[in-house]
Each structure stands twice: as C-alpha cells, then as structure tokens.
Nanobody, 122 residues
Framework: VQLQASGGGQVQTGGSLRLSCAAS????????ISWFRQAPGMGREFVAG????????GYADSVKGRFTISRDDAKKTVYLQMNSLKPEDTAVYYC????????????????WGLGTQVTVSS
C-alpha cells in the first residue's frame, strides 16, 4: 500500500484546511487509516483515525470538535477536515494504514505516507 498525503499549507488562527490521503497498491484489504502529526522536537502524535468500514472514528482530545475524519473508498481517499485551527496544530501531518480498527499507537501501522506541513500563524 502506498499513501500520498496532501493539502497542507499555511493559515491563520481560526482558519481551515482539508488534508487528503490517497491510497494505491493493495487497497482491496481492509485497512484502518489514521492521521498522526509531529511537531519539531516532539514525538509522533495520534490525531484521528477511521476504521476499515468507516463506521468508527477516533480523535485525540486536543482536536475533538474541530477535526473530522472521513473516507471515500470509491476514490481510495481519506480526508481530515481541520477547522478552528490553532498555532499548536502546527506540525507535519502523516497518514498511515494498519489493521482494520482504529488504534492510536504509531508502532501498529505498517504503511506510512510522506508528510504534509501544516502551519498555523497567530
């Protein structure tokens, strides 16, 4: 499975961005997809995840109510809608594919895309 993340950019506080994670390769398998982020000098942090069917989602407390994850299997794409962005959301965002369920440990994800930079200015 190959993953390509896109949609990052620079916005002001309170702005919105939509990230996309396009999958290719062995996409017929039942993968859960999650977004992680990593700020400079920090570890990789779980942001949001969606299970293989789209019936279950999970969010970090810091983004609940502001971010929404969704998937369009016809387009083989997972989206992360980010609203009310804050400077502390600034990071490189990565999408990852793993088992069918939503899990928040990066070590349980076998496939990773290259990151996309999100910068929120105050």
């Amino acid at each position: 499975v190959q993953l390509q993340a896109s949609g990052g950019g620079q916005v002001q506080t309170g702005g919105s961005l939509r990230l996309s994670c396009a999958a290719s390769g062995r996409t017929g398998s039942m993968f859960g997809i999650s977004w992680f982020r990593q700020a400079p000098g920090m570890g990789r942090e779980f942001v949001a995840g969606i299970n293989w069917s789209g019936s279950t989602t999970g969010y970090a407390d810091s983004v609940k109510g502001r971010f929404t994850i969704s998937r369009d299997d016809a387009k083989k794409t997972v989206y992360l809608q980010m609203n009310s962005l804050k400077p502390e959301d600034t990071a490189v965002y990565y999408c990852a594919a793993g088992g069918p369920a939503v899990v928040n440990s990066p070590s349980l994800y076998a496939y990773w895309g290259l990151g996309t930079q999100v910068t929120v200015s105050s």
